[in-house]
């Protein structure tokens, strides 16, 4: 697929999906998020990728959410796609793991793309919030919920309820973002963090993504514990021919060899 307002790359296992308006600080338009679902569709469906790395163009953003102008424009709403916000926030069926490659601004729905991913790799440079109340809206791409299942209810409220924008300092107190970098190297890190998870087995990392978001959804830890082996994936893992690889590579002394299946 072509895209206007995204660059999309595939190298060594690895999708790089980039928000690509940066004059408006990828701001996101109705075209985007239809862009946007069809870039993670493709990752979703491609069983050579394993790892999406999801970052903005231009230095200053990573998104500064909704595209207000462009609805101002029309006079109409966005429609959201298929999954939701940015064809991201309602996939919940995604487990290969995702990574926020954020330098520069994510407020509103450009961190809620970001909270929707596994990881946030973040530049000291950014900063976060959800101003939506600010201009009358509400955070509706799933910034409330996840900020309040990964934050904290106290921490989640003060930025839901005052529209404030905080530090990338700040952020990773909160426990927001993942690994704090310098600008000059930020790349670098990014890269880094997509080989620490290359070297593991992919069926393993979706097995294991998957059992810690459904197990969140069990009323107990005794019931996770219960149910993981009905997972697709773990069960997808157990028969897995990697499985066995990677004890095989154990035992002989070598780095493995994982096929993905």
């Known amino acids: 697929m072509n895209y206007d307002f995204l660059t999309v790359t595939n190298a060594e296992h690895v999708t790089r999906i980039t928000l690509n308006r940066?004059?408006?600080?990828?701001?996101?338009?109705?075209?985007m998020h239809d862009e946007l679902q069809a870039a993670f569709d493709a990752f979703a469906g491609d069983d050579t990728q394993y790892v999406c790395v999801v970052?903005?163009?231009?230095?200053?953003?990573?998104?500064a959410?909704?595209?207000?102008?462009?609805?101002a424009r029309t006079g109409r709403p966005h429609v959201y796609p298929q999954h939701g916000y940015a064809g991201l926030i309602e996939r919940f069926d995604l487990d290969k793991p995702l990574i926020a490659a954020v330098d520069g601004v994510a407020v509103g729905g450009g961190f809620e793309l970001a909270l929707a991913c596994d990881l946030?790799?973040?530049?000291t440079r950014s900063r976060f919030g959800l101003p939506e109340p600010l201009v009358g809206a509400v955070a509706l791409g799933g910034g409330m919920h996840r900020l309040a299942r990964q934050i904290g209810q106290k921490h989640a409220l003060?930025?839901?309820?005052?529209?404030d924008l905080i530090g990338a300092d700040e952020a990773c107190q909160m426990g927001i973002i993942t690994a704090l970098v310098e600008p000059d190297g930020f790349d670098a890190a990014i890269t880094d963090w997509c080989q620490r998870l290359l070297r593991c087995a992919p069926l393993s990392l979706r097995a294991s993504k998957q059992a810690v978001m459904r197990g969140l959804d069990e009323p107990s830890l005794q019931a996770a514990l219960k149910h993981q082996g009905e997972y697709p994936a773990f069960?997808?893992?157990l028969n897995s021919s990697d499985r066995f690889e990677g004890a095989a590579a154990?035992?002989?002394?070598?780095p493995p060899q994982w096929k993905g299946r």
Request: glycine share 12%; proline share 2%.
């Open 55 to 63: 970052a903005g163009a231009g230095g200053r953003a990573f998104s």
């Open 22 to 31: 940066p004059d408006v600080l990828n701001a996101i338009n109705q075209q």
């Open 158 to 163: 003060r930025l839901i309820l005052t529209g």
């Open 235 to 237: 069960k997808a893992w």
């Open 65 to 71: 959410g909704s595209d207000l102008k462009s609805i």
């Open 250 to 254: 154990f035992a002989e002394k070598r």
């Open 120 to 123: 946030i790799i973040a530049t």
